[in-house]
């Protein structure tokens, strides 16, 4: 089985654009988690998409935001980007919740 | 709300040394737990994950973790660490609302 994929692998932006990521999960699974990583703050969850629906919601600001498809992939979207958006942003996917995810190898978005 | 802690924030041993990285977590109710490790360059990949049963699990290329529910937690062990366990070691927990919380991560550095 394939596993999870992302684009782009690397990204750089400039203040007060926004940015689009995306994700394809690992074929059958249905649900797909985002995180942002740095080194200060760990992995933070960002949100979670079920059929299309977001069914969970970190503590990140409106200007983050997601969808997902009928086919399971995802996307992320980061409007009017500041530089404190610098990080890896990572896609997990997973059959359900409370499932095992698995990882893809994740977004790194500098912001100049 | 939920948290994971890790308290171990760099660990640095030499091969043959025996490993034990910490995990706390807040929650009451049932979990699912997991440790992960992210090699250099390389995705975040589970290391092994507790779901019910026997509260001593074991994972891939040696590594163990025991559930004490009594104390929240959820410590990662190996007898004998090798250099190419060098790495970053995340544990997490599922519980309630389907959300995956993450620690800040444990970098482990093995001398050879």
């Known amino acids: 089985k394939a596993g999870v994929t992302q684009t782009p692998r690397y990204l750089i932006k400039t203040r007060g654009q926004q940015v689009t990521l995306s994700c394809s999960p690992i074929?059958?699974?249905?649900?797909v988690s985002w995180y942002q990583q740095t080194p200060g703050q760990g992995l933070q969850f960002l949100f979670e998409y079920f059929s299309e629906t977001q069914r969970n919601k970190g503590n990140f600001p409106g200007r983050f935001s997601g969808r997902q498809f009928s086919n399971s992939r995802s996307e992320m979207n980061v409007s009017t980007l500041e530089l404190g958006d610098s990080a890896l942003y990572l896609c997990a996917s997973s059959r359900d919740s409370l499932e095992t995810q698995y990882f893809g190898p994740g977004t790194r978005l500098l912001v100049l | 709300a939920q948290s994971v802690s890790q308290h171990n924030h760099h660990v640095i041993l030499s091969e043959a040394a025996s490993l034990e990285l910490g995990c706390n977590y807040s929650?009451?109710?049932?979990?699912?737990l997991f440790w992960y490790v992210q090699y250099p360059g390389q995705h975040l990949q589970l290391l092994l994950k507790y779901f019910s049963g026997d509260p001593l699990v074991k994972g891939i290329k040696g590594f163990e973790a025991e559930f004490i529910k009594s104390k929240f937690s959820f410590n990662l062990r190996k007898p004998s660490v090798q250099w190419s366990d060098t790495a970053e070691y995340f544990c997490?927990?599922?519980?309630?609302?389907?959300?995956?919380?993450f620690g800040s991560g444990t970098k482990l550095n093995v001398k050879p």
């Open positions: 074929s059958g699974h249905r649900s």
């Open positions: 929650y009451g109710g049932t979990v699912n």
């Open positions: 997490a927990v599922n519980g309630s609302l389907n959300k995956f919380y």
